[in-house]
């Protein structure tokens, strides 16, 4: 691997390290679990995603679930985060 692309990659790791700890101090935050919470709701997180006679229906309940399933990926990131607050999330 040249350089190059190893500086890309660096960069790379750094703003997915960035985006994750935001997203984790945002929803850290009593207003934050409110809205994560609201998110979680609006995305059918905990809800069947299955549309009856309607893959259309189905994929675009999946786009909207895929949302939240990100968001949890990225508080359940690693990167030193105080457990108790974590726990939270």
Known sequence: MDDQT??????????Q?????TVQKVFATED???VLKKISEMCNENKPTYVD????????????????????????????IDKQEKSKL
């Open 53 to 80: 006679h309607n893959p259309n229906g189905t994929a675009y309940k999946e786009g909207q679930r895929s949302i939240i399933l990100g968001l949890r990926s990225l508080l359940n990131k690693t990167f030193n």
């Open 6 to 15: 190893k500086d890309i990659l660096i960069k790379r790791n750094n703003e």
């Open 32 to 34: 934050g679990l409110f």
């Open 17 to 21: 390290k960035e985006i994750a700890l």
